[in-house]
Nanobody, 119 residues
Framework: QVQVVESGGGLVQPGGSLRLSCAAS????????MSWYRQAPGKERELVAT????????NYADSVKGRFTISRDNAKNLVSLQMNNLKPEDTAVYYC????????????WGQGTQVTVSS
């Protein structure tokens, strides 16, 4: 049984930092592209960052480039999102996604973790 579990959300002041983590189990982690999405109230879910199985390629939404960094540790089945210089518009529920690099129907989501940026 595949499980994807996020952690690390919370309340932070504008300009602050948070680090989100996502632990995946029940799958061959290195075969999965890992992504972070977010959904703010009243808005659609949007892609924040993606990292391929070997960690060699990453992609970011324009709104977070230069502030967020995605990384992975295949030995520990972990993916992280380091978020710096946070802004109020980063407030959202952040979701971790695991998708097989070829078999796109093997697609798994975590339950989400709340990030609130407010003074």
């Amino acid at each position: 049984q595949v499980q994807v579990v996020e952690s690390g959300g919370g309340l932070v002041q504008p300009g602050g930092s948070l680090r989100l983590s996502c632990a995946a189990s029940g799958l061959v982690f290195s075969l999965y592209t890992m992504s972070w999405y977010r959904q703010a109230p009243g808005k659609e879910r949007e892609l924040v960052a993606t990292i391929v199985g070997d960690g060699g390629t990453t992609n970011y939404a324009d709104s977070v480039k230069g502030r967020f960094t995605i990384s992975r540790d295949n030995a520990k089945n972990l993916v992280s999102l380091q978020m710096n210089n946070l802004k109020p518009e980063d407030t959202a529920v952040y979701y971790c996604n695991a998708q097989h690099r070829r078999l796109k129907n093997y697609d798994y989501w975590g339950q989400g973790t709340q990030v609130t940026v407010s003074s």
